[in-house]
């Protein structure tokens, strides 16, 4: 597993908010499955994310309808290996927001071993609308 803390942030153009990538962690998609089959695979990882999407309205998860199309067809190959988390902030507000704290959205996707996450994850990004998929989170005091 690796992960990324807050001493290394790096900087993302979300539409046309500039983003700071807070965390990135990418897991074994795989770990701890004894056994089953590439679509029997797709439907417990749907259930995961739909599970996760419920308790966090700021999650996107990229190529979630090819993965549901996927599943619905029965494809019998696997995901790629790595699931990977990113968490972003901005200061960015909605204008509709007086209190003081910025914006946070989650990005989850799938990708081979050998793909670079962090590039991966700026091309995911870059064309997503963080006005409409950010939360906003007040700071503590």
Known sequence: MIQM??????SYQVGSIQAEL???????DREGMLE????LHRRFRL???DKQMAATPH???H???????DAKARVEEW???????ARLTSW????????FGQTVLSVMWFQAATQDPFAYLATIVLPLDWTALARFEPADD
């Open 47 to 49: 259930m995961g994310i």
């Open 92 to 99: 960015w507000t909605p204008e509709d927001i007086a209190e």
């Open 59 to 61: 999650l996107y998860v």
């Open 5 to 10: 803390g807050n001493d290394e942030l790096r």
């Open 22 to 28: 807070r965390s990135l962690t990418v897991s074994d």
């Open 79 to 85: 995901l790629p290996r790595e699931r990977v988390h």
């Open 36 to 39: 089953g089959t590439p679509h």
């Open 63 to 69: 190529d979630l309808d090819k993965l549901r199309a």
